[in-house]
């Protein structure tokens, strides 16, 4: 075979005297070794490795109207597509490593923190005053403001102004928010076209999935997942998963969109109530097209993002973005005050269960949460399942508070899908008690009577064994001994949800209750 090969090599260029001069090729310019043109993938300077097999997408939880959600389920999916669970845990914690790496430049970062949090207690305890106080400086600055009890006031407000506006296009930057509200789906069926403009959520809308992440929406998928969208709906090579042309492509595509809309909507960062300003955090700039461009301006803010003052920006800008992405600042930090010059701008201020919420001793202080998605980076089941598999707006450990808030029933699974490790807690800017407010949940879950039955005789038997210290030291005795003697085949049961996925740890020789009774009980 190689001697065939050699045979018909390319000839060198003094061999290339002897062809006719009209059929002669373009000068080779592959490398020679030995006296002997290479082949292009010897030639290259990186080994050239067939293209891996395509793993497709795993998709997330299945939703079947009020039934309970079962993240599990769609997480046991997402841990058996290896590629894309690796990619995800790698690309979330190396976020998280680099949020450390910012935290440890601060010398002052606690005290930031206990700032921020300070001063969202203080805005959230007195809330009533300080929208009041952003309300009359907004009007004041020329801008109409609206009130929306839920999702479907502020679906119908928006869609008010643009029909009074006219306006059949709206580009829109990310915003949780307009996720809760179920906006793009009311859109459409109003006949208005939504084009979302930053890019991971434009991948999201183009794949008709919800944002996994509330930081980096499409965070979950694979260079290769992106080409076969766009290559699906804008036309590009699906081959080709340079992010480079894919990011350009995109551009691309949703410029003249954009320069053509008739409407543009953002969501908000803060809401200031001393100026009746917001400001927008975003790394593309696409928020300040879509308040900028179009004549008007539709901003969705949640009443939870008011503070006082001006000068309180300055602690919650230092946080978010190194607790986000482990980066000092985002790119663009805009301050929108009221309509540009000749246009009219619109903000919606909407409540969609946080009154309520307010209303929870245990759940208030969740509130204060600034989505940096810090706790999402941390947490080791969102890194592993997706956040698409928690079936919810929100995902990680944030979302398991904030889930059940909206429908206690269908995200009544969700605070059991969390090791309670704390780490959440931990990289929360602005000191939320995570950890705590989960297993909070799981207590409201149980005296509801939400739990599936195999939960319930679990606790049950959980609860006998240890409220009976004899009954439990026989049980761990028996356990250890079973674990070290009985066949592969009797312990990993369908029952046995922890070895379903890993192997279950050797028991100790010994149990710490008998070494302290042996080495340290007073005799
Ligand atoms: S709960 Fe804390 S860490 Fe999680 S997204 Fe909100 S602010 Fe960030």
Redesign the pocket.
């Known amino acids: 075979m190689n001697g065939i090969e050699k045979d018909t090599q390319p000839p060198l260029e003094a061999e290339r005297t002897i062809l006719h001069p009209e059929l002669a090729a373009p000068p080779d310019e592959s490398p020679v070794k030995n006296g002997r043109r290479l082949q292009h993938a010897e030639g290259a300077s990186h080994p050239i490795h067939p293209p891996p097999e395509r793993e497709p997408q795993p998709r997330g939880a299945r939703i079947r109207g009020n039934h309970r959600v079962d993240q599990t389920e769609a997480a046991e999916r997402f841990i058996a597509s290896p590629a894309h669970e690796k990619m995800h845990d790698e690309r979330l914690w190396d976020l998280r490593g680099k949020r450390d790496r910012q935290m440890h430049s601060i010398p002052e970062w606690e005290e930031l923190r206990t700032l921020a949090s300070a001063i969202k207690e203080h805005t959230l305890t007195h809330l009533d005053q300080y929208l009041e106080q952003f309300e009359q400086n907004a009007r004041a600055n020329g801008v109409h403001v609206h009130w929306a009890k839920d999702g479907e006031e502020h679906n119908r407000i928006v869609h008010g102004v643009l029909r009074d506006h006219g306006a059949k296009t709206l580009i829109k930057s990310k915003s949780m928010l307009t996720e809760e509200c179920g906006f793009r789906p009311y859109m459409a069926a109003a006949g208005i076209e939504v084009i979302e403009t930053d890019l991971g959520e434009r991948i999201q809308q183009l794949d008709n999935e919800d944002p996994s992440h509330?930081v980096v929406p499409a965070v979950h998928k694979l260079r290769g997942d992106v080409a076969q969208v766009f290559a699906a709906h804008l036309g590009t090579d699906p081959m080709d998963d340079d992010v480079h042309h894919l990011a350009e492509a995109q551009r691309q595509a949703t410029r003249p969109l954009i320069l053509n809309a008739q409407a543009g909507m953002t969501g908000c960062n803060f809401a200031i109530a001393e100026t009746g300003g917001i400001t927008v955090c975003t790394n593309e700039g696409n928020a300040d097209l879509s308040a900028n461009v179009p004549n008007l301006h539709i901003a969705s803010i949640g009443i939870e993002k008011v503070i006082p003052r001006l000068e309180h920006l300055a602690v919650f800008v230092r946080l978010l973005s190194r607790?986000?992405l482990g980066s000092p600042i985002t790119q663009y930090t805009s301050h929108i005050r009221g309509p540009r010059a000749g246009g009219e701008m619109h903000m919606v201020l909407v409540d969609n269960g946080r009154s309520a919420r307010l209303e929870q001793d245990k759940f208030w202080t969740?509130l204060?949460?600034?989505?940096?998605?810090?706790?999402?980076n941390t947490c080791p089941v969102y890194r592993r399942s997706g956040g698409l598999s928690y079936g919810a707006t929100y995902s990680?450990?944030?979302g398991l508070i904030i889930d059940p808030s909206f429908n206690r029933h269908k995200y009544s699974a969700l605070p059991f899908s969390s090791s309670l490790n704390g780490s959440?807690s931990n990289?929360?800017?602005?000191k939320?008690n995570?950890h705590e407010q989960i297993a909070a949940w799981r207590q409201v879950m149980a005296e509801n009577h939400e739990l599936t039955l195999i939960k319930k005789a679990a606790m049950k038997a959980a609860g006998v064994l240890l409220a009976h210290p004899v009954l439990y030291r026989a049980a761990i005795t028996s356990a250890d001994s079973a674990l070290n003697n009985l066949p592969r085949f009797a312990i990993y049961i369908r029952l046995n949800a922890w070895g379903r996925h890993r192997e279950v740890p050797h028991a100790p020789r010994e149990s710490f209750h008998s070494w302290y009774k042996r080495n340290r009980s007073v005799p």
Do not use: D, F, L
């Open positions: 509330v607790s986000a969740s204060k949460c600034i989505r940096c998605g810090a706790c999402m990680g450990p944030i959440c990289v929360c800017p602005v939320i995570i």
